[in-house]
């Protein structure tokens, strides 16, 4: 495969692709595992089925995967040249001509690639799969009967029916010591309990469903007849009317759900209905921007946070790309948010910080590629090995004192 690369862009192109991959699966598994947790108490809290976590963790894919995917480009081409760096090859190869720019051409490639799919996640998937993220957490909270009716608590439904199940087993397919009271009007109340019961849909009616209640007693309060009717049944039938849930919004009640068209329109094309509309929009627009624009930077940032001091085997460089990747996006969601509000161009407010930034990594970048020796954090490499020094100094075991020796007994 990649047989048509010349031998040292498939090398490079191994290198990179490995760590980034295993990058981009660590971050978005750590978002997950971080949004279930919080999903699974919320459904907990809400009485619905565990399937709904893992629908909701699906719709939450773009978003991670575009937060994760700029991060996996930059360390992946960062372990690539760190690698070059410490084994010696990276000498050896601008020793015989290849300069960076020849180096960088496989991770140029990789970066294009990668910023279309992000393109494609920011602009249309994402908005999209936010509004069903959205939906999905109204129908939780807003009642169908299955998040509705909670495990060992009195449920009214129609005002009209009291149901208090004890227990639920096989995720909620069969119920177990159930309790009912159902009120009609005649004045009529319905005492139901029974062992065991399972909710059916029916095909006639999508608005109602069946309770079928297996061994049970029926009292029936006649109102005026001062001796209730007491009944066993070992199947009985029980209509529910599912409690009205309105419909949902429309996608676009807020500006992250618009797609790029959209963004378009009301930003610039004369649609949006107030100032605050059009600034929100416009502030969604530049944002995704420049998160998709700065990843033509992120190989250059590696390659200038990749190469550690001569005879050196500092990772400072790894750290210090990670806290300036998430520094700048919490700065650009900051800057989206204060030009959502129309306090600030929101054109100025993004593009600003994005100009800083993409100065301080072309000139880090300049100070490894054409500088002799230059380093881009040399003073934070000699701090952190000044301040490991004194550390080991400290923790380093003293040998221990020579014992007296003991003279000889006369």
Do not use: C
Not at 61 to 75: H, K, N, V
Not at 245 to 259: L, N, S, T, W
């Amino acid at each position: 495969m990649f047989k048509f690369l010349p031998a040292i862009d498939r090398y490079i192109l191994r290198l990179t692709i490995v760590p980034m991959a295993g990058v981009f699966v660590l971050a978005a598994s750590l978002l997950i595992l971080d949004k279930m947790l919080r999903l699974l108490d919320f459904v907990a809290v809400e009485g619905g089925p565990v399937g709904v976590v893992f629908k909701m963790l699906a719709t939450m894919m773009p978003e991670y995967a575009s937060l994760a995917i700029p991060l996996g480009l930059l360390l992946g081409v960062l372990m690539a040249f760190r690698k070059l760096a410490t084994s010696s090859e990276l000498d050896v190869m601008r020793a015989v001509g290849q300069g960076y720019g020849r180096l960088l051409r496989v991770p140029y490639a990789i970066t294009m690639v990668l910023v279309a799919v992000n393109v494609a996640l920011v602009f249309y998937v994402q908005p999209v799969s936010r509004y069903w993220y959205e939906r999905l957490d109204y129908e939780l909270r807003s009642g169908a009967l299955g998040a509705s009716i909670k495990v060992g608590e009195f449920t009214t439904l129609k005002d009209r029916m009291a149901l208090r199940i004890e227990r639920s087993e096989d995720d909620g397919r069969r119920l177990i010591g159930i309790f009912a009271r159902v009120a009609n009007e005649k004045g009529q109340v319905l005492s139901i309990s029974a062992n065991e019961g399972a909710f059916l849909a029916t095909s006639d009616n999508p608005d109602t469903i069946i309770l079928r209640l297996t061994d049970g007693i029926i009292v029936q309060d006649m109102g005026n007849t001062s001796t209730p009717r007491v009944l066993s049944f070992t199947r009985h039938d029980l209509p529910i009317d599912l409690p009205a849930v309105e419909r949902f919004r429309a996608r676009g009640d807020e500006q992250r759900e618009y797609i790029l068209p959209e963004l378009l329109r009301i930003g610039w094309g004369g649609e949006a209905e107030t100032r605050t509309e059009q600034a929100g929009s416009q502030a969604s627009f530049n944002f995704r921007l420049v998160e998709v624009v700065m990843m033509f930077l992120m190989p250059l940032l590696a390659v200038a946070l990749a190469i550690p001091p001569k005879r050196s085997t500092s990772a400072l460089g790894v750290f210090v790309s990670i806290v300036m990747v998430v520094a700048y996006h919490k700065i650009n969601q900051y800057a989206e948010d204060y030009a959502t509000l129309g306090r600030v161009d929101p054109t100025l407010a993004l593009w600003v910080p994005f100009a800083l930034f993409a100065a301080l990594i072309i000139w880090m970048y300049y100070r490894v590629a054409y500088v002799p020796g230059g380093q881009a954090i040399g003073a934070l490499e000699a701090a952190f090995s000044k301040i490991g020094k004194r550390v080991r100094k400290l923790f380093r075991r003293r040998p221990p004192g020579r014992q007296p020796e003991l003279a000889p007994a006369e």
